[in-house]
């Protein structure tokens, strides 16, 4: 259904009015989860300040987050978004491509807990090297977050000044997500808890989180770290 709404009623080419129509498809026809447009600013902003080269987005969704960054991110950058759900991701890439924006975004159907194919996709396939992941938008599965982040440092993807942005960490949740950045709080991670609502809305509270990756301790990169 949003998929036949937003080819007839969004200007083809047009990001911001794709942007336009799902919203308003959220709020007036049916609701969606995805980020929506409050949480959504947290999101541009954060792209905005790290000026990405390139992005991974875990839940791809219907593509709404992956129109946003793309809308922001810089001329050059790319960005790999990773769905589970063969349907939502080819609604996705119709969408982008509707919106003109499918040469900047590559939709992967697979999860990073996948046993190792969708990691090694991203590595072979798509120019995944040590240190070249600049922001990450984590937006699937709630119990995935804090495995699928360890599988993203794992792969030394992420260097010093890399962003992580984390959305629904209290609706519906990401507890052991929130507990392990607020442990390593200015030690490997330096997080802003964003108060906000849950999408379409403004009554049920959630909170994004949007973290810098600082380093690990034996880093030899000299980067200086934050007094707490
Ligand atoms: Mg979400």
């Given at each position: 259904?949003?998929?036949?709404?937003v080819?007839a009623?969004?200007?083809?080419g047009d990001?911001?009015?794709?942007?336009?129509?799902?919203?308003?498809?959220?709020?007036?026809?049916s609701f969606?989860i995805?980020?929506g447009?409050?949480k959504?600013?947290?999101?541009?902003?954060?792209?905005?300040r790290?000026q990405?080269?390139l992005?991974?987005?875990l839940?791809t969704?219907?593509?709404?987050?992956?129109?946003?960054m793309?809308?922001?991110?810089?001329?050059?950058?790319?960005?790999?978004?990773?769905?589970?759900n063969t349907?939502?991701?080819?609604?996705?890439?119709r969408?982008?491509?509707?919106?003109g924006v499918?040469?900047?975004?590559?939709?992967?159907?697979?999860t990073?807990?996948d046993?190792?194919?969708t990691?090694?996709?991203?590595?072979?396939?798509q120019?995944?090297?040590?240190?070249s992941?600049?922001?990450?938008?984590l937006?699937?599965?709630?119990?995935a977050y804090?495995?699928?982040?360890?599988l993203?440092?794992?792969?030394g993807?992420?260097?010093p000044?890399?962003?992580?942005?984390?959305?629904?960490i209290?609706?519906?949740g990401a507890?052991a997500?929130?507990a392990?950045?607020r442990?390593?709080?200015?030690?490997?991670w330096h997080?802003?808890?964003?108060r906000?609502?849950?999408?379409?809305?403004?009554?049920?509270k959630?909170l994004?989180l949007?973290?810098?990756y600082?380093?690990?301790?034996?880093?030899?990169t000299g980067?200086?770290r934050?007094?707490r």
């Amino acid at each position: 259904a949003l998929k036949k709404y937003v080819l007839a009623r969004a200007r083809p080419g047009d990001v911001d009015d794709a942007i336009r129509v799902i919203d308003h498809f959220g709020r007036h026809v049916s609701f969606l989860i995805n980020v929506g447009d409050e949480k959504g600013k947290i999101l541009d902003r954060a792209v905005e300040r790290t000026q990405p080269r390139l992005l991974l987005e875990l839940g791809t969704y219907c593509g709404y987050s992956a129109l946003r960054m793309a809308r922001v991110m810089p001329r050059e950058a790319r960005l790999y978004s990773v769905e589970f759900n063969t349907a939502n991701a080819e609604i996705a890439r119709r969408i982008l491509a509707h919106a003109g924006v499918d040469a900047k975004v590559t939709v992967i159907v697979g999860t990073l807990g996948d046993g190792g194919e969708t990691i090694r996709t991203l590595k072979r396939e798509q120019n995944f090297v040590p240190g070249s992941l600049d922001l990450v938008f984590l937006d699937h599965d709630k119990k995935a977050y804090f495995s699928d982040l360890e599988l993203i440092v794992d792969a030394g993807w992420l260097h010093p000044g890399s962003v992580v942005v984390a959305d629904n960490i209290l609706v519906p949740g990401a507890r052991a997500y929130r507990a392990h950045m607020r442990h390593n709080d200015g030690t490997l991670w330096h997080t802003a808890e964003h108060r906000t609502h849950a999408e379409y809305q403004s009554v049920i509270k959630d909170l994004v989180l949007e973290s810098e990756y600082l380093g690990t301790q034996t880093s030899s990169t000299g980067t200086s770290r934050p007094e707490r």
